[in-house]
């Protein structure tokens, strides 16, 4: 019960006016950004980082929260209306409720994704309030090489997931661990991998690494694959939302809910595993197997659900463990970090008003996004007119205006389109970028921690994996890479079966596919 009292402190604080209007702003950004192709959830808390500094700390993580879940939502509807699925955990919805609106019921495919994300983001956040203080209960006691332990994890887990190949996501891991370490030894003090740059001497912000690799990254490639010509956008149409259509869709929103949260939380998992994980149970399980692949709304309704419930899941170590397992979570952690916050085993401790605010957010985000969606489907589908030359013109301008203003430094503008060149040739080459934003965070904690640990054991090596906590968590990691190793191909075997099944006319979902997440 006393979780539930700090959750209710958390909402005394999450509705409050100004911070309900905060929530209303990061949910409707959220919503907007994501509507557009190509253009995520990472991507816009990153853009958004450097301007919000001046706000207290409550006010920008309610905001992130919203700009979260709300452009994990926003997806749907480009996929829907126009069959372009912006990341690959869109996949699904694209030709499911691409299907269902080009044969006039598009209406029921945006309603069925509005009311799932409500649904499963709502489960997902109570499985967030009930798991996230016992887990990090048990973390509290963990020491220097129990955290080194966690941080191999990290690292090899996720640059082994993120991406298609598990080379490239260690080389990824490997650039963003250089980055890290660059600048003063705060132990030696001497400096490391400065090129003998002044400028360098202080190490690289991580905000402009994370604005230069996601937010220019991404326009740039946008800009190089920039699609001539109108979109083909379908109309929103049909009935909004039958009887016939909730009796089909609840069980597969709860179903979708069940299986994106677990496989969220772990590094093995991600949105986009989840969606397929779901599309499959979802086949498995129907009576009308003949209608997927043509536009049922089973297909539509636990993809959607499963996507939601696995951004809640991805919380989890997030907040307690201080690890992120997705690219977003990855900028949230940053995000933490600009304001002096270190998640992790103490977060609920020494932050507990913010961290329950926070979470208390998430519930009032979420219903916010369905007031919001509902009604509002038809305005989103304006922002899709949008000429892309000023849309990614002003995405750039916002990501200079943003860095600049961390430190107010030319080096830093110069440092950002540097790195986000760097972003957009890992892109065009198939390097996943997540792996770098996280051994740039990871990479300074996991060496203070390594270099305690050795201290305390008088460098003796054997004290990396002397406590019971190691061994389970380096046996642990042995089960998560033959876990990840199966969920991809599981995944992989669903993708290219439902891919199998799309009309010849589907070539935006195969183009979608075979995109990587950032």
Same mark, same amino acid.
């Given at each position: 019960?006393?979780?539930?009292?700090?959750?209710?402190?958390?909402?005394?604080?999450?509705?409050?006016?100004?911070?309900?209007?905060? #929530?209303? /702003?990061? *949910?409707?950004? +959220?919503?907007?950004?994501? &509507?557009?192709?190509?253009?995520?959830?990472?991507? %816009? !808390? =990153?853009?958004?980082?450097?301007?919000?500094?001046?706000?207290?700390?409550?006010?920008?993580?309610?905001?992130?929260?919203?700009?979260?879940?709300?452009?994990?939502?926003?997806?749907?509807?480009?996929?829907?209306?126009?069959?372009?699925?912006?990341?690959?955990?869109?996949?699904?919805?694209?030709?499911?409720?691409?299907?269902?609106?080009?044969?006039?019921?598009?209406?029921?495919?945006?309603?069925?994704?509005?009311?799932?994300?409500?649904?499963?983001?709502?489960?997902?956040?109570?499985?967030?309030?009930?798991?996230?203080?016992?887990? #990090?209960? /048990?973390? *509290?006691?963990? +020491?220097?090489?129990?955290? &080194?332990?966690?941080?191999?994890?990290?690292?090899? %887990? !996720? =640059?082994?997931?993120?991406?298609?190949?598990?080379?490239?996501?260690?080389?990824?891991?490997?650039?963003?661990?250089?980055?890290?370490?660059?600048?003063?030894?705060?132990?030696?003090?001497?400096?490391?991998?400065?090129?003998?740059?002044?400028?360098?001497?202080?190490?690289?912000?991580?905000?402009?690494?994370?604005?230069?690799?996601?937010?220019?990254?991404?326009?740039?490639?946008?800009?190089?694959?920039?699609?001539?010509?109108?979109?083909?956008?379908?109309?929103?149409?049909?009935?909004?939302?039958?009887?016939?259509?909730?009796?089909?869709?609840?069980?597969?929103?709860?179903? +979708?809910?069940?299986?994106?949260?677990?496989?969220?939380?772990?590094?093995?998992?991600?949105?986009?595993?989840?969606?397929?994980?779901?599309?499959?149970?979802?086949?498995?399980?129907?009576?009308?197997?003949?209608?997927?692949?043509?536009?049922?709304?089973?297909?539509?309704?636990?993809?959607?659900?499963?996507?939601?419930?696995?951004?809640?899941?991805?919380?989890?170590?997030?907040?307690?463990?201080?690890?992120?397992?997705?690219?977003?979570?990855?900028?949230?952690?940053?995000?933490?970090?600009?304001?002096?916050?270190?998640?992790?085993?103490?977060?609920?401790?020494?932050?507990?008003?913010?961290?329950?605010?926070?979470?208390?957010?998430?519930?009032?985000?979420?219903?916010?996004?369905?007031?919001?969606?509902?009604?509002?489907?038809?305005?989103?589908?304006?922002?899709?007119?949008?000429?892309?030359?000023?849309?990614?013109?002003?995405?750039?301008?916002?990501?200079?205006?943003?860095?600049?203003?961390?430190?107010?430094?030319?080096?830093?503008?110069?440092?950002?389109?540097?790195?986000?060149?760097?972003?957009?040739?890992?892109?065009?080459?198939?390097?996943?970028?997540?792996?770098?934003?996280?051994?740039?965070?990871?990479?300074?904690?996991?060496?203070?921690?390594?270099?305690?640990?050795?201290?305390?054991?008088?460098?003796?090596?054997?004290?990396?994996?002397?406590?019971?906590?190691?061994?389970?968590?380096?046996?642990?990691?042995?089960?998560?890479?033959?876990?990840?190793?199966?969920?991809?191909?599981?995944?992989?075997?669903?993708?290219?079966?439902?891919?199998?099944?799309?009309?010849?006319?589907?070539?935006?979902?195969?183009?979608?596919?075979?995109?990587?997440?950032?």
């Amino acid at each position: 019960m006393g979780d539930f009292a700090l959750l209710a402190d958390g909402f005394a604080t999450a509705l409050n006016p100004v911070y309900l209007l905060y #929530a209303l /702003l990061g *949910v409707t950004v +959220g919503t907007a950004v994501g &509507v557009l192709p190509g253009i995520g959830p990472a991507m %816009t !808390v =990153a853009l958004l980082l450097p301007l919000t500094y001046t706000l207290e700390p409550e006010a920008a993580l309610i905001m992130f929260a919203g700009i979260y879940y709300g452009g994990m939502y926003g997806g749907s509807t480009t996929s829907i209306l126009l069959n372009t699925p912006g990341e690959s955990a869109s996949i699904i919805t694209a030709l499911e409720g691409n299907a269902m609106a080009r044969a006039g019921r598009g209406a029921a495919a945006l309603a069925t994704a509005a009311i799932g994300s409500f649904v499963a983001g709502t489960i997902g956040t109570l499985l967030l309030t009930l798991l996230a203080p016992r887990l #990090a209960e /048990l973390a *509290v006691g963990l +020491g220097p090489r129990d955290f &080194v332990a966690l941080m191999v994890v990290a690292f090899l %887990t !996720v =640059a082994a997931v993120l991406g298609g190949s598990p080379a490239r996501g260690l080389a990824s891991l490997g650039l963003g661990l250089f980055i890290g370490l660059m600048g003063t030894d705060t132990l030696t003090g001497q400096q490391r991998f400065t090129f003998g740059l002044p400028a360098l001497a202080d190490g690289i912000d991580v905000v402009v690494v994370a604005v230069g690799f996601f937010a220019v990254g991404e326009a740039l490639l946008v800009a190089a694959r920039m699609r001539r010509g109108p979109l083909p956008l379908v109309p929103v149409s049909g009935s909004w939302f039958t009887r016939a259509d909730l009796r089909r869709s609840w069980p597969a929103w709860l179903r +979708g809910s069940l299986v994106g949260f677990p496989v969220g939380t772990i590094p093995a998992g991600g949105a986009d595993v989840a969606t397929f994980l779901s599309y499959g149970l979802e086949r498995k399980v129907s009576r009308r197997k003949q209608e997927f692949g043509k536009g049922a709304i089973e297909g539509v309704a636990g993809p959607e659900a499963a996507n939601n419930a696995a951004a809640a899941g991805v919380l989890v170590p997030l907040l307690t463990l201080g690890l992120p397992t997705s690219a977003t979570a990855a900028v949230i952690l940053v995000a933490f970090q600009s304001y002096g916050i270190d998640p992790g085993p103490t977060l609920f401790v020494d932050e507990g008003p913010l961290v329950w605010a926070l979470v208390a957010s998430l519930y009032v985000g979420n219903l916010l996004l369905l007031v919001l969606n509902l009604p509002l489907a038809r305005v989103w589908v304006k922002l899709l007119q949008i000429p892309r030359p000023y849309l990614y013109a002003g995405i750039l301008t916002f990501a200079a205006l943003g860095s600049y203003s961390v430190g107010a430094s030319t080096t830093d503008l110069v440092l950002l389109f540097l790195l986000g060149l760097v972003g957009w040739v890992m892109r065009v080459h198939g390097f996943p970028v997540a792996p770098a934003v996280i051994g740039l965070i990871l990479g300074p904690l996991a060496e203070e921690n390594l270099r305690r640990a050795l201290q305390i054991s008088q460098g003796d090596l054997t004290t990396l994996v002397a406590s019971p906590f190691t061994v389970v968590v380096y046996s642990s990691l042995v089960v998560l890479l033959a876990a990840s190793a199966w969920l991809k191909r599981r995944a992989r075997r669903l993708g290219e079966t439902v891919l199998a099944t799309a009309h010849a006319d589907d070539a935006p979902v195969k183009a979608g596919a075979e995109r990587e997440t950032t």
